[in-house]
């Protein structure tokens, strides 16, 4: 299993945003959508056993997870707008599981870290070791990255408590989708046969 | 300079889609979209040097290239709305440049390869050469890539006169979008310092 855990500073805790104008009206949630595509989708398939959470920290409910695990979804597309209408659903009834696959759940950062405790977990950090030179093994790992603003400082103190290592991907610094494109790469390419 | 040359076989060749369907009315539109996004933007930046071009081959009126160069773009966010309106505004007004830079021209696919053959031209290909076993070295890169479709054979075959080689991300099929985003990462990282 492959988990993905996005930290989201601003995005909006519940369905009351614009689908046309989801980078303002939504706090940002148009990063998870486009980290929900880079995390699930291969040409023409979804990934098995791969997990996106996103945890919303915005008005006006915080904290709300978005959880998309890859072998449960369905009907969705992957262009933002129709993984957006899908959060948005489940944002609007949180606790129950949409037709989508999609479920939002009254969890925090916190809670979703130390609920993946006894799994492989690696911070995103742009001072963490390359990740050319991390020996990712095996198929079960827990990424953390934050958005565009970070982690908060208390939360990645205790995102630390938990994982094995802080990694990077080199000088640049990414958009948080492309991060999740190249680790989802470097791992199918790690152990090649 | 970094050009990702992408052939969308049935992305609309006027502005008359909807910003609310584009994958539907715009013909898969947002590939486009994402690849742009990809292409060009890091985090809290554009990159400079690089250029998307896409070859939009749908109805009513094909072939018409978008050219959206990181060196003059504006005004755009990354979310796939953004980029598609001035996508869309662009269409509306072939072979003038928006405000925001991108420009619509009406040009084919095998224009384009031709108007770049004195590049080192690569085409993205499932059974081309790994990527890792590749010596991209220098900052001048041209890759040429298709959509969810494919390139049409004869305008692969042009291209193969061209192209210095056919090189593969791996044993995974990616979406085009995930293909220019390890492209980017692969070639940031191919000479570090």
Request: a positive charge.
């Amino acid at each position: 299993m492959r988990v993905f855990i996005l930290y989201l500073n601003k995005a909006r805790t519940d369905g009351n945003f614009n689908l046309d104008d989801l980078p303002s009206s939504g706090g940002r949630i148009d990063v998870l959508c486009r980290c929900a595509t880079a995390a699930l989708w291969l040409s023409h398939a979804l990934r098995k056993d791969t997990k996106i959470i996103g945890v919303l920290n915005g008005s006006p409910n915080p904290p709300i997870t978005i959880t998309i695990d890859s072998n449960i979804l369905r009907g969705v597309s992957p262009d933002e707008r129709s993984v957006a209408s899908w959060i948005k659903k489940a944002l609007s009834d949180v606790g129950m599981r949409t037709r989508s696959g999609i479920v939002a759940e009254r969890k925090s950062f916190q809670d979703v870290v130390r609920e993946y405790s006894n799994h492989p977990i690696y911070i995103l950090h742009e001072k963490g070791e390359n990740i050319k030179k991390c020996a990712l093994e095996g198929d079960d790992f827990v990424f953390i990255l934050g958005d565009h603003i970070g982690i908060p400082r208390n939360d990645e103190r205790f995102a630390e408590r938990y994982a094995r290592a802080k990694i990077s991907l080199g000088p640049q610094s990414y958009l948080a989708s492309s991060c999740i494109t190249i680790i989802n790469w470097f791992l199918d390419n790690a152990n090649p046969t």
